[in-house]
């Protein structure tokens, strides 16, 4: 595979955001690539890291060189043992890992106690990534990017055709100290919490426009709403329209998940490629131009870099709260 030339996507399948869903829907490869980023390259180390069977790790690692973010190559001939490198593809994946960890250590509890700070060598300072417009570098909210379904964006092609898998509560237990991504696999990973995250993101309010855009039975949108109203990623209110009706709406929490799905969005559309068409198209109000989501350091306001950001464990007690 020539790491530099986009996958082509079969006619009418699966397109760029239900492929990059996908794998971030399953904890494992968001885990390996996430030490891989640290500079893990061999099956041995992520077996020392990460509390995970032969089997998982395997079949990850053959997924993701499959995929393109990994190239296996030999470095011993007698006996004959291999490594995992990261491509450009999986390199250019470093926004989506400092995105949710951002989220992350921001908004789920106990987790700023949990992960590991990340420093911007620039400035010297602990921080927060901020998300900008690449074009302009204004900083932006979801409030500011206005996004409609592109040419392959319809018919549910955005769902991950595979079943997404979700790691077992004994797993979790026993690598609660590997770094896990919690409420980040409860809005991304199933085929339904996928739905009404993007659908809320294009402006779904109430349970009817939940069902339509999401096309799931009465029950399992009850269900999601429950879900993302318990992390508190959705708020239901009274209905302007109707007095016994309830209006869901992102909180602070939920609308601050959105430098995931783009970062996420812009990532799989490059590497991605539906002969149709993109999946989603964005354009920054402000300016006007075509949206492309760029990191910045909420100290300095400089953009980052994958080289700039140093992962560092916090001191003991320290709180980022």
């Not at 921080?127 to 319809?154: F, I, K, N, W, Y």
């Not at 237990?173 to 590997?178: E, I, Q, R, S």
């Not at 209006?247 to 939920?254: E, M």
Request: aromatic share 8%; glycine share 12%.
């Amino acid at each position: 595979m020539d790491e530099a030339t986009p996958t082509p996507l079969p006619e009418g399948g699966e397109n760029a955001i239900g492929v990059t869903l996908g794998l971030m829907g399953d904890e494992w490869t968001l885990l390996i690539l996430r030490y891989a980023h640290q500079g893990v390259r061999r099956y041995a180390d992520w077996r020392e890291r990460l509390p995970i069977s032969d089997s998982v790790l395997a079949a990850r690692l053959a997924l993701l060189t499959a995929q393109g973010l990994l190239e296996r190559t030999a470095y011993q001939r007698r006996p004959l043992r291999y490594e995992y490198r990261l491509t450009r593809r999986g390199r250019e994946f470093w926004p989506v890992l400092v995105a949710i960890w951002a989220w992350e250590h921001r908004w789920v509890e106990g987790r700023d106690a949990s992960l590991p700070w990340m420093r911007h060598a620039v400035c010297g300072r602990h921080m927060q990534p901020r998300m900008a417009c690449a074009a302009c570098g204004e900083t932006v909210e979801p409030r500011d990017v206005a996004s409609r379904l592109g040419p392959s964006g319809g018919g549910g092609r955005s769902v991950p055709a595979a079943a997404t898998r979700r790691r077992s509560g004994a797993a979790a237990g026993a690598g609660a100290g590997a770094g896990l991504f919690p409420e980040t696999m409860a809005l991304i990973g199933n085929r339904w919490s996928v739905m009404m995250l993007g659908a809320a993101f294009l402006g779904a309010h109430r349970f009817g426009e939940f069902r339509q855009m999401m096309g799931a039975p009465p029950a399992m949108v009850s269900d999601r709403l429950r879900t993302f109203t318990g992390l508190g990623v959705l708020a239901g209110e009274p209905s302007a329209d109707r007095a016994d009706w309830t209006s869901y709406r992102l909180t602070a929490k939920g609308r601050a998940f959105f430098p995931v799905v783009m970062t996420a969005i812009d990532w799989g559309q490059r590497w991605f490629r539906a002969p149709d068409g993109p999946a989603l198209e964005s354009v920054h109000r402000a300016c006007g131009r075509p949206f492309g989501p760029r990191l910045v350091c909420d100290g300095c306001g400089g953009a980052l870099a994958e080289h700039d950001v140093l992962v560092e464990e916090a001191p003991a007690g320290a709180t980022g709260r």
